[in-house]
């Protein structure tokens, strides 16, 4: 199983950064798919979720209405689009495949300044 981050970057505040993770060794249309953000000294918090179908999203309450998450199934990717990003975004952003346990990126640093 591999899950590879890609996309992640220096941009300045209300920017944009789209990240995508690459996945392979599972059957991807089968597995809710998440993003994470873990910051310098935070934990690592949920960002979005969407299921195998792509027919239900969700989105923590800090990123709703900037933040989309997508998947091609042709290409086993998840994406996140990420607009009017904020010095708070900053963090490395993790994929996850499944809902427990599951599987993790290794992650991309996304920083946001000026």
């Known amino acids: 199983v591999q899950l590879v981050e890609s996309g992640g970057g220096l941009v300045q505040p209300g920017g944009s950064l789209r990240l995508s993770c690459a996945a392979s060794g599972f059957t991807f249309n089968t597995y809710i798919m998440s993003w994470y953000r873990q910051a310098p000294g935070k934990e690592r918090e949920w960002v979005a979720s969407i299921t195998s179908s792509g027919g239900s999203t969700g989105y923590a309450d800090s990123v709703k209405g900037r933040f989309t998450i997508s998947t091609d199934n042709a290409k086993n990717t998840v994406y996140l689009q990420m607009n009017s990003l904020k010095p708070e975004d900053s963090a490395v952003y993790y994929c996850?495949?499944?809902?427990?346990?599951?599987?993790w990126g290794q992650g991309t640093q996304v920083t946001v300044s000026s």
């Open positions: 996850k495949a499944g809902v427990s346990s599951g599987y």
